[in-house]
Antibody, heavy 122, light 108 residues
Framework: QVQLVESGGGVVQPGRSLRLSCSAS????????MNWVRQAPGKGLEWVAV????????YYADSVKGRFTISRDNSKNTLYLQMDRLRAEDTAVYFC???????????????WGQGTLVTVSS | SYVLTQPPSVSVAPGQTARVTCGGN??????VHWYQQKPGQAPILVVY???DRPSGIPERFSGSNSENTATLSISRVEAGDEADYYC???????????FGPGTKVTVL
């Protein structure tokens, strides 16, 4: 079955960097648009970034643009999120989520991974 | 930016219908998707493209979208439907994605 497993979360000081990974299985990863979505503790969902299956298109939320970079390695079935210049307000559970469009943007998220917690604190 | 509004909470008795609204400027011209999130779990898609259901989602979940309001309806509500529900759209003018603030559905 389709499975997404995030890793790489942890506690990091403000201004430092962290890289998250999302390992995909159960589907042809290279055919799908992939996203990162985050959720601060006790708060709602916030979309972070999206990347097309062929890496040609990347879009970012205004809150992370210029600090975060989404990338993928289709040979490893893995999605990444490089987070630089981290701030306290970046503290959240980070989910990776597939766009089920299968080669095109359907602009929704299904399924989601279980998430990895990033805590930015001194 | 595209602002979506949702009521913070909706309460419903078992067996009744819960309706969760999602307001947005001319949201009727956008495709709206709905997610259910239970405590400590990842969200799951329950309605997409305004009114379609993914496989495995009960027919009790339905959606509509018109003018400035999209609505998720849950008929014959069960205790297991208690969760947070989020609406989501993609803005064609910005190529960005937006979520509503979420609605907590409580089954009395």
């Amino acid at each position: 079955q389709v499975q997404l497993v995030e890793s790489g979360g942890g506690v990091v000081q403000p201004g430092r960097s962290l890289r998250l990974s999302c390992s995909a299985s159960g589907f042809t990863f290279s055919n799908y648009v992939m996203n990162w979505v985050r959720q601060a503790p006790g708060k709602g969902l916030e979309w972070v970034a999206v990347m097309s299956y062929d890496e040609d298109y990347k879009y970012y939320a205004d809150s992370v643009k210029g600090r975060f970079t989404i990338s993928r390695d289709n040979s490893k079935n893995t999605l990444y999120l490089q987070m630089d210049r981290l701030r306290a307000e970046d503290t959240a559970v980070y989910f990776c989520a597939r766009d089920p469009g299968g080669g095109y943007f359907s602009n929704r998220f299904d399924p989601w991974g279980q998430g990895t917690l990033v805590t930015v604190s001194s | 930016s595209y602002v979506l509004t949702q009521p913070p909470s909706v309460s419903v008795a078992p067996g009744q219908t819960a309706r969760v609204t999602c307001g947005g400027n001319n949201i009727g011209s956008e495709r709206v998707h709905w997610y259910q999130q239970k405590p400590g779990q990842a969200p799951i898609l329950v309605v997409y493209d305004d009114s379609d259901r993914p496989s495995g989602i009960p027919e009790r979940f339905s959606g509509s979208n018109s003018e400035n309001t999209a609505t998720l309806s849950i008929s014959r509500v069960e205790a297991g439907d208690e969760a947070d529900y989020y609406c989501q759209v993609w803005s064609s003018s910005t190529d960005l994605y937006f979520f509503g603030p979420g609605t907590k559905v409580t089954v009395l």
